[in-house]
């Protein structure tokens, strides 16, 4: 059976794809607490705090000067002082009630420590084609979906309202959500087109 290399990646990624989880499940049905979806939220910073470690180092490992480079402008993305992509998931926890400057010292879980293994086993063992695309195809691009289905619940199960403010989700109002997709769209999707034009 013919299919392209970028068709290839998404089916294997969609075998087991997160959105399908049985906690998202339960949020999309708003039978989580705000306080279970902020829990989330800090490991999902843990694994992201790792993540834009992955691709630092990565990017300091590629000779193609062309990845190295889209590597470098998205971690710079990620990573703007005045506007850090991590933060947003303070946002999230500082709206759910909880103190949004525990997040850094929230514990670890097993599964998170797992899963920040795993990233430095790709970039340490695996030839860079394969990192990378375990980085944006594996994970980063599951999280397009899996925002498809919560942020339609924050609206209708948690009281969040639609906000579309260019800086995220403030302290003092709505979701990051709708802007964790709008971020994401931009980056996921031209990785998986230069992916998917690579031999
Ligand atoms: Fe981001």
Redesign the pocket.
Known sequence: MSSSFHHQLVATRDRKHSKNHPFFELWAQGKLSKEQTAFYCTQHFHFVGEYLNWMAYEASQIPQRDVKQYLFENLG??ENPDDR?LDMLKDYVAASGIDPSSVESTIVLGATDALQSWGWRMVYQQPWQGAVAAMFIGLESQFLDICKKIVPALHSHYGYRPHLAKSGFSRNTSTPTRS?VR??LP?SRSIVIQLSCRP
């Open positions: 993305d990620e992509h964790m971020r994401a980056s």
